[in-house]
């Protein structure tokens, strides 16, 4: 692996407050740039990673547990681990990509990036263009779509669509972006903010069996797309009880749900139902983590702002992740990471010889945030462990752009070729039928190859916690 490589793991497990002589321990292996692109995507991928081991291996101290050999971080199984979603195979079949509404558009003055992979989204996207969401030929919708965006500023585009509730931003250069008062917001903002919000007594965790550091561990997973079930995967992965929790009235995407929902379960509860409120306050009294996603200040308007989920659980770790950060003029919009990449300058970055906007070799921003969430829950765990407290952990997809763009030195990434997929997927039966799916990008010393369960189907589960052992 390049020394750049070795630095970016280093910076990451500085950014989680970590000890300065443990990325030492890691076994960085795998060509450099497998990830190919202008900026140190393979870094970003590996550092972030590698974090999340570390974070693990630091748990697992807490709990009695010593490492018995190295933390392997190989880049090729980093790369297919995070474009997962497209070596996905559901009885042999391939999932779409992006709709056809979710893409770059030209626009009077520049380009759009549009997101409508979600109904609702296409819907609000369709009628911020004055079209008729019910038109169910996606050929004449993109046709009417591009005349009307191409009439517009970018810019102009970008609000109307906003101001109904949908998602575009106008691709903009990476002067355009750092000059923007969001750029700013971010800028002073830490890639990882893992703080005390007040004092709790230490819960000391039983000993974990060996590569299980999180075993035990009852998370509440709040959050829905790539990067939030990204950290919980992983959570999953080292033992913890994961329960995703969604609204019925709003279904995950098929294949997302499958590609990470591995070792994980799901439920469906509506807090506005009395019954349901009650049942998630339950589950909130023995749960260990909370993991939001959703947009700052959207959980609050159903009572769950960190006070109130802190009156069932005092010491509960409370996580806050974010399209654009926790403050600025954006910060309550809500955002996907291709949207991150058009905004910040990154789609200008890698712009394609024809000119038009590019993008990364993968949704990087989302897995990275995803890992670098992950690694910081485990921290918070182990930290808490030790000298109690009620710890809060905050990133953002805005932020780990910064982090791309101004704080890891370019190497030789756009050098280096995607790998086979085959060595680092597997398959398996789920309740769905035959997976195929990619393996964890990490080994821990004496950890497991793959997910205790396969995903289970989308709301499937019962609300409750299981059963200690």
Not at 187 to 214: K, M, N, Q, S
Request: one cysteine or more; proline letters at 10%; aromatic letters at 6%.
């Amino acid at each position: 692996m390049a020394q750049s490589t070795a630095n970016a793991v280093r910076a990451a497990w500085t950014a989680l407050g970590g000890d300065p002589a443990d990325p030492a321990t890691v076994d960085l292996r795998g060509p450099a740039g497998t990830l190919p692109a202008r900026l140190p995507v393979t870094d970003l991928a590996v550092a972030c990673v590698a974090a999340a081991g570390l974070a693990a291996t630091e748990l697992g101290r807490a709990r009695g547990r010593h490492p018995a050999g190295p933390l392997i971080v190989d880049s090729r199984a980093v790369a297919v681990a995070f474009t997962s979603e497209r070596h996905l195979r559901l009885d042999g079949r391939a999932f779409t990509g992006f709709a056809p509404l979710s893409r770059f558009w030209p626009a009077a003055d520049g380009w759009v990036r549009t997101h409508a992979n979600y109904p609702h989204h296409r819907d609000r996207l369709l009628a911020a263009l004055g079209l008729d969401p019910a038109t169910a030929d996606d050929d004449a919708l993109v046709e009417a779509a591009a005349d009307r965006i191409r009439a517009c500023p970018a810019t102009d585009v970008e609000e109307r669509v906003y101001a109904a509730g949908g998602l575009a931003v106008a691709t903009r250069t990476p002067d355009g972006w750092d000059g923007h008062p969001q750029a700013a917001a971010v800028a002073v903002e830490p890639l990882v903010r893992l703080a005390t919000d007040g004092p709790a007594a230490p819960r000391r965790l039983p000993p974990a069996p060996a590569g299980l550091p999180a075993a035990g561990v009852r998370v509440l997973d709040l959050t829905r797309v790539i990067a939030g079930p990204v950290a919980t995967r992983f959570l999953a992965l080292l033992g913890a009880d994961v329960l995703r929790v969604d609204p019925p009235g709003l279904p995950e995407i098929g294949g997302q749900h499958l590609d990470t929902g591995s070792g994980k379960r799901s439920t469906l509860l509506d807090l506005g139902r009395p019954a349901d409120r009650d049942r998630f306050e339950a589950l909130l009294a023995e749960a260990d983590v909370v993991v939001g996603g959703y947009r700052p200040g959207a959980l609050a308007r159903w009572g769950l702002a960190p006070d109130a989920l802190r009156r069932h659980r005092p010491d509960l770790v409370v996580t806050y992740l974010s399209a654009w950060g926790p403050t600025g003029p954006w910060a309550g919009r809500r955002g996907f990471d291709s949207l991150i990449q058009a905004a910040t300058g990154i789609a200008e970055v890698e712009r394609h010889p024809d000119g038009t906007p590019g993008v990364l070799p993968a949704q990087a921003l989302d897995h990275g945030t995803g890992y670098l969430l992950a690694a910081a829950v485990l921290r918070a765990l182990a930290l808490r462990a030790r000298d109690g407290g009620a710890w809060s952990v905050e990133l953002s997809l805005a932020r780990a752009a910064r982090w791309l763009r101004h704080d890891l030195p370019a190497g030789p990434a756009a050098a280096g070729a995607v790998p086979d997929p085959g060595p680092w997927c597997d398959e398996r039966d789920a309740p769905v039928g035959r997976l195929r799916y990619a393996l964890p990008p990490v080994t821990l010393p004496g950890g497991p190859h793959t997910w205790a369960t396969p995903p289970s189907r989308w709301g499937a589960d019962q609300p409750a916690w299981l059963p200690v052992t």
